[in-house]
């Protein structure tokens, strides 16, 4: 029997499919043996292995996996299903499809082992075909009887499915004194509903909760929840999570409240939240190489600032969802707003349309939706009720929209800041049907209109916007045309101040009357567009403000080539005053440099003689032709990506509100009431606490999408409250009727995340630089600057190093991070620089503060161990969030006391008892309770 050694959380690692294909390739033939002897060796599981319960843990999912795409609710290839037990038996007593207790008889059998692949099942392009091991499993399970459950559920339609059903608020369960125990009836009296309906379950699994957590454990717990950082205010040691004398119940005090409020109320929660959404929502920056832009967008970061400043306000997330796919449509003006389509920028992608688009759909499904869109993009959804087209029509959507990026105040380059948004280009931009999802074999006879997946059956309804003059002619607004005016005033100044040195210089003359010219250009075309743009002028006034703008633009262009003709001019005359007699190499050399000093003065004479007639022409015969200051946009946005939002905040859109809910609670307790976060579709069975989802959901929406209300009610249950650990008896009772714990009789312990470890590093020795927003740092100056971890570069191929040890983010996908246990992590946690000065100079914090102690009158004559007693419990305190036990406290104070040498030390000028304070701060850090929320 194979197990698996704990992870540093006490809990079972999970094998990744990487592991074990490398066992299995190790152990091939012990495997198969071991394989044989587990389904036919008459043991004591065989009475299982023959039962209903077989088909359920071993049929089911096979056949899940292999057939039901073709013969499943959304298609039923030669009439036949096979995703319920019944109705493979329904067909079978027409056919031979299965022969119970006969497998050579049965079609099933032969036909998944036919030798020709045309006639084996799955048919070639639909899967691969099945291994020994599967087929071995179908023959013992016809052999036995071919038997399941009497009460398994299916669909007679995918619109059955329990995540696509409206929803409804369900009532909160009740309990009757005769029906529980004493305790459990005292349970059932929350109220809090989240304890009501896990309580129902756990009544029906026959398990009971265990008692409260300890205020110590609560206050750590909550503070690395809500804030990702440890609470060192005073407040939080009145935490009283406790109840009644001999009671499990948690009760939740006052100063609990009070605390969990602060924390919400604290820009560090909404920090640690930016993060958790982030992940969902995909949050790259700007991935190059130099200064070339490949993917994402140059200072995304405003987006991720605009989602710390979201939370930080409690603003609803529906309000979010619209301001991230269409805050140019909803609120063109609102640079705040703005940024959240950073959402949209984040996909670009510089050298493939159809590889930015497929990810824009791809993600907003899944991130939103909870839906797997992306698997619709080459074929109909084998799984999903969704068509190809309608993959397409989703894209279609997104099809016209394109990125800029907007200037922001004191900044006239836009690659050094600027807002990275999303606009509409190109209203008549046409979407391909794409034959196999191929971009080389579009099919031309389609017309693909903007459209949203049918299956929700939620009313899709576009209205264009027009949009404000500041929107698409942004160059007009004030602080831009400011940047714009101060920027050319500095260029004049700079070269009256060049000309002022040196006032009989032709040519600093020349240039400083094109600098003039340009800010009298400049000045005039920001005239007429105004009165171009902008509703306060008559169109005569339009006229003459237009003309006098080209006749001021015909002068500057007439002034730059004078300048120019007359700087070619000075490099030839220079050129001829080297030239050297000689018949050299050197002469040849400038005698070239002659020729193309005349070609070029040529060139510039020709270039001022056109400009000049133009200007006498201008003057001849007036136009209103200029350049306008910047580039402007359309007028008009489809209006597709607004109608989106509300379609997918629509509270009669049946997914969203589940899908929110469902990372929130996950990130709180470890574990998602529905386990695919990112697929709700039909491979996604009805969660356990579907009614507690709904519930949520309901109360979500009619709190008006505000997260904070929802954080509190999750935080203030009784099931948060719980202990992780408890008695051996209750433990081992409940581990039999509900061994992954999915009623939450207990509260699983989490690992933290990345960020979370290594901001707690930094935090607890007083070094945590708590600035909020700005511009990303460089992910390699991660143990230099103390900044949290929320604010460092993170890209492909541009993540900190500690970051992703401990199993950071991807930057393309993270629904949900997996977590590993490898030898790196402790190595990062022992070795790193970082670890070292934090170690170092939280031990004289702490030992400065025990001097400080003992330096008080009533101590001043306190004995050095008790000055290390203190030491020690300080140092627990800080690091663990906890007091030592007395036997920690015995072998630290004797390590404290112990003659030791340098400790691997590279100053050899440290008294040996501070090496022994920073030693034993260091090992506490490489604690697994430093890791870990209990």
Known sequence: MLTLSPDRTGCRSKMTDSDLRTICGRLASLWLIAAVIAVWGGNANAEDLSSAAYY????????????????????????????????????????????????????????????????RMPPPGEGTALDVDEVERLRH???????????????????????????????????????????????????NPIDAFLQSKRVERGVRTFGPADSTTMRRRLSFDLTGVPDTTRSAIDFQPSGEEGSKRPM?????????????????????????????????????????????????????????????????????????????????????????TGFLARNFHKSNRNIWLDSTVEHTAKAFLGLTLACAKCHDHKYDPIAQEEYYQFRAIFEPHQTRTDHVEGEVDTKQDGIPRAYDSDLSAKTPFLIAGDEKRPDESRTIEPKTPSILGVDYQISPVDLPPLAYAPHLQKHVRQLLVSAQERKLAETEATFNKNPNDPIAKLALAAQRASMDSLMARYEADEARFLPNQTEEDTRRLAMRASALQNEHRLAEADLNVARKRKALETAESSRDSSDN???????????????????AESERDKVSAAVSSHGESPNVSYDSIAKTYPKTSSGRRLALARWITSPSNPLAARVAVNHIWMRHFGKPLVAQVDDFGLRSPEPLHRELLDWLAVEFIEGGWRMKPLHRLIVTSQAYALASSGDAESTATNLERDPDNMTYWRFDPIRLEAEAIRDNLIAVAGQLDRRLGGPDIDH???????????????AYEKQMTMLTTFDAASPNECYRRDTSVIPQQALVLANSKLARQMSETLAEQLHQGVIRCCQDEHCRHVPDKTADERFVKAAFQRVLGRLPSPQEQRLCCEFLTRPSGQSGTSDVSVALPQQARASLVHVLINHNDFVTIR
Do not use: N
């Not at 013969?71 to 036949?80: A, F, M, R, T």
């Not at 007679?156 to 009836?185: I, N």
């Not at 390699?780 to 993170?794: I, N, W």
């Open 56 to 119: 359920v843990d071993h049929i089911k999912p096979l056949l899940a996996e292999k057939c039901v795409s073709c013969h499943g609710p959304l298609q039923q290839s030669s009439g036949l299903r096979l995703d319920a037990g019944q109705l493979i038996h329904e067909f079978a007593e027409a056919s031979e499809l299965i022969v119970p207790r006969k497998v050579d008889a049965s079609e099933l059998i032969v036909r998944v082992m036919h030798p020709d692949e045309e006639q």
């Open 141 to 191: 399970w016809i052999e036995s009887g071919a038997k399941y459950p009497g009460d398994e559920t299916y669909l007679d339609s995918p619109e059955q499915h329990w995540a696509f059903q409206p929803l409804t608020r369900p009532m909160v369960p009740q309990f009757h004194l005769e029906s529980t125990s004493a305790t459990d009836a005292i349970e059932s009296r929350s109220t």
């Open 252 to 340: 939740i005090s006052r100063d609990f409240i009070r605390v969990v409020d602060r924390m919400l109320a604290s820009p560090e929660h909404a920090e640690r939240w930016a993060r958790h959404w982030m992940d969902v929502w995909r949050y790259s920056d700007w991935d190059g190489y130099k200064e070339e832009l490949r993917g994402s967008q140059r200072h995304i970061w405003h987006w991720r600032d605009w989602i710390v400043d979201s939370l930080m306000d409690d603003k609803p997330y529906d309000q979010m969802v619209v301001e991230m796919l269409a805050a140019d449509e909803s609120d063109p003006l609102s640079r705040d707003a703005l940024r959240a």
């Open 585 to 603: 190499d050197d002469a040849k050399k400038q005698q070239k440099q002659i020729e193309d000093a005349k070609q070029k003065l040529s060139q």
């Open 780 to 794: 390699a100056r991660g143990e230099d600057v103390m900044r949290r971890s929320l604010y460092f570069r993170h």
